[in-house]
């Protein structure tokens, strides 16, 4: 996805690739653990290179560890020089609970990554079923004052990654049980560009 810094509504797909604002709210991308699998699996289906839908499936069923990486990289003609990404290293103080069930830690930890060029990505976890490896990495563009140059222009893609290791029943995010957020992702997505509107003005 491309992301501008010009804070207006997001647009219609351009060229096929998905825009939105650059997010100065704090947020993590997609909670997972809002989706039931069926939902989830359509998500992946619309995002990916090539369908895996069945072996995705099969994988989650089967109680296998599944993890989603976010990839971000700065596409702009200067490095970022303005409302540079920060992303929270999230912790937590039970190591046996996370997102949405407790709160980050006071150890958690904020790094903000300006002057970031085209030649280097940042990768950083969105989610992992495993509840023991902290994974929920909150961020947001942080406004720095910076006026000058380019405003940030970047692009962000999510991997899905399946790994043959079995989850224990206590170390499960994705179980029958678990708890889910209030808003639906459409609601997260409306309520994201009314934010962005809202700053604009």
């Not at 997609?30 to 290179?49: C, H, P, Q, Y």
């Not at 993890?67 to 490095?79: A, D, H, Y």
């Not at 720095?144 to 079995?166: M, P, Q, T, Y």
Request: proline share 5%; charged share 25%; with cysteine.
């Amino acid at each position: 996805m491309m992301r501008g810094e010009s804070y207006s509504v997001s647009r219609p797909e351009v060229e096929a690739t998905p825009t939105a604002n650059v997010a100065s709210l704090v947020h993590i991308d997609t909670d997972i653990g809002a989706f039931d699998l069926e939902d989830f699996l359509d998500i992946v289906d619309k995002n990916s290179v090539y369908s895996f839908r069945q072996t995705a499936q099969n994988a989650i069923v089967n109680n296998k560890r599944f993890v989603v990486l976010n990839f971000w990289r700065n596409i702009g003609s200067q490095p970022v020089s303005s409302s540079p990404l920060a992303i929270l290293s999230t912790r937590y103080d039970n190591p046996n609970k996370a997102f949405p069930d407790v709160s980050p830690s006071e150890d958690s930890r904020w790094y903000v990554f300006p002057n970031i060029t085209g030649d280097e990505v940042v990768a950083f976890y969105q989610y992992d079923r495993n509840v023991m490896q902290a994974s929920d990495m909150f961020h947001c563009a942080i406004s720095n004052g910076v006026k000058f140059g380019e405003g940030r222009k970047s692009f962000d893609i999510r991997a899905l990654i399946l790994l043959d290791e079995d989850v224990p029943a206590e170390a499960d995010r994705y179980r029958s049980g678990r708890t889910r957020p209030v808003l639906s992702f459409e609601e997260s997505g409306i309520f994201c560009d009314e934010q962005a509107k809202k700053r604009k003005e």
